[in-house]
């Protein structure tokens, strides 16, 4: 079964990497990587991704003519997605296992930021025939 | 080459694999590096065969080849171990030609069982297990077993890889299952086929027109697991159940992928061939005794393939069946189909006292089968409203896309028509 483990922070909380020193940050990408590497290396990395800080996010609505509008930047104090895995593993638990090690990111200062991870079940499963 | 050429390649090099893979096992006693050496070898017909020709015998290439591949491990393993000492036997590539054996030869059938002992042991978890299964036995390639479940090649690898390290460090050889196991054994691959065919019923309901076609392959290695033991009811029923259930593919989904349910599907479209295979192999399976829950499966199965209409359909003679199975198996899922059942022949008022007793089994907790159940039920009953609630329940429960969007559908017809 596969899940999506999405990252949410806050706009304003902890994950600011940014405004981190050097050090934390390399130690924290060293992380994401390693945790990456490790899920492959377990059969169970489906995808991997961090994505661009909202500043840059752009909300479109197709417009009469079915062109894009864009709508500006969203406003700092939104949590926003920063990140998102996709696992296969063989339970729920083991993708709540999963999340929890990602949850403990060392953050500013090498602690562990225990951030929320939302885990959601990815539509995968076969349909059951109803007689 | 053309495509119908290409096709039999194929097929051909899929037929072979688990025989080559024997032979090499056999002969250098490492299942894993030999795995991986069959592997090569299959990819390199592949792509050479269609542009040079397919050699005079297919068989005696792909041992040639896989054989040198080995003799190339073992040196490198050799100098690794800076010679200290040499695990496998090296023989000479050009020995390895002689392993050629004719197509029936009982070692090979034996090969075959015993491959799928191999890689169908308890200490893998059914996701490595499938996937072993289809590389080694079924002879795919990684990427086509990627494909198939959707998921990066790089990852399928490592799914692959680490199955074999597994079956390395719990000892398992080939030949080494004992005869009382055999049972054991042979529930636990024929699982993993089930799980097979599962899945390529979800592909075949989606919108994955690319994934390979997994209930095909389960099929064909079901065939191929019945060829290395005849006698076995069990396997019977469950290659009889894949083929009476595969019968209905194309009537099962319309225009979009949408799922079409048993009583309005379109009959003609079922294939009546395999339809009268499957219902033959059940019928002689079952003159036979010691009947099991596979054959009570394909048995349902055949009885829905073989009723001109929904409303012909001998439902006494299901619930009798689900009645005997529910004493083989303690299965929650098993009971569900004996409560509609038990709505067919008796009415749904019975149904739905039925599903209350069901309905306390822990492991029906929140499924959304359940809901299912029950909403179709009270449909049946008349209670439109109590229906609708429970089957946009049951949509938000489920995990297959295809079910979601006909739960989702089937309520919104409903309600309209509460409504009218």
Known sequence: ?131 | MTETAELETQHLLRDLAPQVLGIVVRRFRDFSAAEDAVQEALIAAATQWPREGRPESPRAWLLQVAARRMADHVRTETARRQREQVVVSLVPPDEQVTLALDGDDPAARDDTLELLFLCCPPALSPASAIALTLRAVGGLTTVEIARAFLVPEATMAQRISRAKATIKASGEALGMSEAGQLAKRLDAVMHVLYLIFNEGYAASSGDEVVRTDLSGEAIRLTRMLRGVAPNEAEVAGLLALMLLTDARRAARTGPVGELIPLDEQDRTLWDRGAIEEGVALISETLQRGAVGPYQLQAAVAAVHDEAPSAGATDWPQILALYGVLQGLSDNPMVDLNFAIATAMVHGPAEGLARLDVVAADPRLAGHHRLDSVRAHLLERSGDRAAAVALYRRAADRTASTAERNYLLAHAARLAEEVVE
Request: aromatic share 8%; hydrophobic share 40%; net charge negative.
């Open chain 1, 1 to 131: 079964m596969k899940y999506i483990l999405m990252m949410n922070t806050p706009g304003g909380g902890a994950y600011q990497v940014t405004t981190w020193p050097r050090e934390d940050l390399i130690r924290h990408i060293g992380f994401m990587k390693t945790f990456a590497t490790k899920l492959r290396g377990a059969g169970e990395l489906v995808a991997a991704e961090g994505l661009a800080g909202p500043d840059q996010a752009k909300r479109v609505r197709a417009g009469a003519d079915g062109k894009p509008i864009t709508d500006g930047v969203f406003p700092e104090s939104k949590e926003f997605l920063a990140g998102y895995w996709i696992v296969d593993v063989e339970s729920p638990e083991r993708a709540y296992q999963i999340a929890a090690e990602a949850s403990a990111a060392p953050g500013k200062g090498g602690a562990p930021m225990n951030m929320a991870i939302e885990v959601r079940e990815v539509m995968s499963a076969p349909p059951v025939e109803t007689p």
